[in-house]
């Protein structure tokens, strides 16, 4: 990272980052538990043009097409393109932890038009749209461009990169492409001695698996990725410069954070790496095996064991381990609390092999995937040389049960005094698997605190509809009656809850739809300790186009990002909808942090806009 003055004052534990003169240092979180120091050229520098790469290494050269430098308004550093889509990584100590989004841009092709050339074509700047996850420990950021402008194909000509999403390896090449001291783009992947750079040492601090490695980068390339020559897929997120050689998280620690933007799946151009199946068991289960296979990076290829090597398991929370299935010629261990066991060869062997670990699952265990266990392949030293995440899905429920009920459609409808509402309602209802539950009976219900009078069409008013193929039960239609207000409609079956939010409007029309600015007023990067209430709720403004409160409008708080938190709204309703008073704030209610540290964050949206909040659980 580096800061739009040039002028170098003192270093400071992220890398690359200087500050101009009279400049202040945000607040950031705190650095990686590495020893970060600016200074990231290793020997001489073997820094190149990107465009003089092209001619002798063609991929290394598309690969860096996707790399682009990264101008907060304050800052610069280095980010790229994930996938196909409108999502970038960079570093956390890039944006900082509130980024002046409406100032940071993305610049890809900034770049010499030759290797012989010194001049600089101009970039093509894309916004940022939004910050969506971000983590101090593993340091990054994942940015969401604006997606107008992606869609355009403005950047198609440079494509993007996948992730690698194994644990690397002492050895493996890479090369780092970004853009140091804020210039045009460099490619680093060459030592001083000729050789390919490569991984020189791996380490993990309970949290967070990073490398190092002894290619070039300096001030300026915080958040370049760092790509296996071989695959050409990203290993890990560079962050800057540590006892001699530059570090950075690995993508085997980021994408588990991440992957839930992706659907869940590897973006194009990734490298899969076969894993076994994630068993299912419910809360109280013993028994329960868990498989876990160490393999090269074609996810195929087994890695050899060593003598005195073990395999570390640290159980997932709400789980102990009973049993681990150790090869011949390994030592077994568990500890009494059954928090940890291990395999320790006393020879050569074959990781390739299935291990496998034998878990109780507590009672309390709630419903949902546990991915907090891992699975360490250690030297004798402590070096780590492979991990893997130890998952399982807790479910209360069985498959065709229903586990979830959400508002599918009609929600947040507006409808004139003395008419209809013009949709339906559709509630869908999703089993423990996340698949459709056929034939379940969902009811609906009018709560009408503002008495606008609203009924269903028909004598029933607690109608009962049965789920299609789909999950989905549509209710009958709605009627209005002569006087205005809000109003709300439960879809209850079995115990699940779906809530719909509708306002009865005067021939004016409905306010929300004056909305065109939405900001933050309150609420903004609180801290709670885990289990306690944050002391603010959050407010949103909501404003018209001549920049005027906008009074009556619909404000929808939804936390899209908990971290595995637990953080929730007080109250049942988890996506609270809320008026904007005659300020135009709107009020959410509060929120409990939950029981584990983390980042969490909040949208607040009205008449398609929406700002985002990030909140903090535990104490930094």
Not at 256 to 270: H, Q, R, T, V, W
Not at 309 to 332: F, K, N, R
Request: aromatic letters at 6%; a negative charge.
């Amino acid at each position: 990272m580096l800061t739009r003055s040039k002028t170098i004052l003192a270093p400071l534990a992220f890398a690359g980052l200087v500050l101009g003169a009279g400049a202040a240092v945000a607040a950031v979180l705190p650095a990686p538990p590495l020893p970060i120091t600016p200074g990231q050229i290793i020997g001489e520098s073997q820094l190149e043009k990107a465009r003089c790469v092209q001619a002798s290494d063609p991929a290394k050269y598309q690969r860096s097409r996707a790399v682009g430098r990264i101008d907060t308004g304050r800052s610069y550093g280095t980010a790229w393109r994930v996938g196909p889509g409108n999502l970038v990584l960079t570093n956390l100590h890039v944006v900082g932890e509130n980024p002046d989004l409406a100032r940071t841009v993305v610049e890809f092709d900034y770049e010499e038009p030759s290797c012989d050339s010194d001049a600089v074509r101009p970039a093509v700047r894309v916004p940022v749209e939004r910050l969506l996850a971000s983590d101090g420990s593993a340091d990054y950021a994942l940015l969401a461009l604006d997606q107008e402008t992606v869609d355009s194909g403005v950047l198609d000509s440079f494509g993007y990169l996948g992730l690698d999403t194994r644990l690397s390896e002492v050895g493996d090449p890479v090369y780092v492409a970004g853009h140091p001291l804020a210039g045009p783009k460099r490619i680093s992947r060459l030592h001083d001695d000729g050789r390919p750079c490569s991984v020189t040492e791996i380490r993990n601090n309970g949290r967070t698996d990073f490398a190092k490695y002894n290619c070039d980068t300096d001030s300026g390339s915080s958040g370049s990725p760092v790509i296996d020559a071989r695959t050409h897929a990203v290993i890990a997120l560079n962050f800057g410069f540590s006892s001699g050689y530059n570090a950075g998280a690995q993508m085997s620690s980021i994408w588990p954070d991440i992957a839930g933007y992706f659907g869940g799946k590897l973006p194009e151009g990734s490298i899969p790496v076969d894993q076994p199946t994630v068993p299912m068991a419910k809360p109280g289960a013993v028994g329960v095996q868990v498989p876990v296979r160490v393999t090269q990076v074609d996810g195929q290829s087994p890695v050899a064991g060593t003598s005195g090597e073990q395999l570390y398991y640290q159980a997932p929370t709400h789980t102990a381990i009973t049993d681990v299935s150790c090869q011949s010629g390994s030592t077994q261990w568990i500890a009494e609390d059954g928090k940890a066991a291990s395999c320790t060869l006393s020879g050569a062997a074959n990781w390739g092999i299935a291990q496998v670990a034998t878990l109780r699952v507590d009672n309390t265990a709630p419903d949902g995937q546990v991915i907090d266990g891992r699975v360490r392949l250690l030297s004798e030293t402590g070096q780590i040389r492979g991990a893997n995440h130890l998952a399982l899905n807790v479910m209360s429920r069985g498959p065709g049960e229903v586990q979830s009920l959400s508002a599918q459609a009609g929600n947040l409808q507006a409808a004139p005094v003395d008419s209809r509402f013009s949709k339906p309602l559709t509630a869908r209802a999703k089993d423990p698997l996340d698949a459709a539950v056929v034939g379940a009976d969902v009811t609906f219900a009018v709560t009408d605190d503002g008495g606008t009078g609203t009924r269903f069409e028909g004598d029933d008013q607690t109608p009962t509809v049965r789920t299609n193929t789909e999950g989905d039960a549509t209710s009958p239609a709605l009627l209005t009656d002569a006087r205005t207000g809000t109003l709300q409609v439960t879809a209850l079956s079995s115990g699940k809850t779906a809530t719909f939010h509708l306002r009865v409007v005067s021939q004016e029309g409905d306010p929300t739809e004056d909305v065109e600015h939405l900001s933050v007023i309150a609420g903004q990067g609180q801290i709670a300790p885990e289990g306690t209430e944050f002391p603010l709720p959050l407010t949103a403004r909501t404003l018209n186009q001549d920049r005027n409160p906008v009074e009556g409008a619909w404000v929808t708080y939804t936390i899209i990002d908990d971290r595995e938190t637990g953080t929730r709204f007080v109250g049942d309703e988890q996506t609270p909808t809320v008026t904007s008073d005659s300020q135009g704030d709107a009020v959410s209610p509060k929120l409990i942090a939950g029981n584990r540290f983390g980042f969490v964050t909040v949208t607040a949206t009205s008449n398609g806009k929406s700002v985002t909040f990030i909140i903090v659980v535990g104490t930094i």
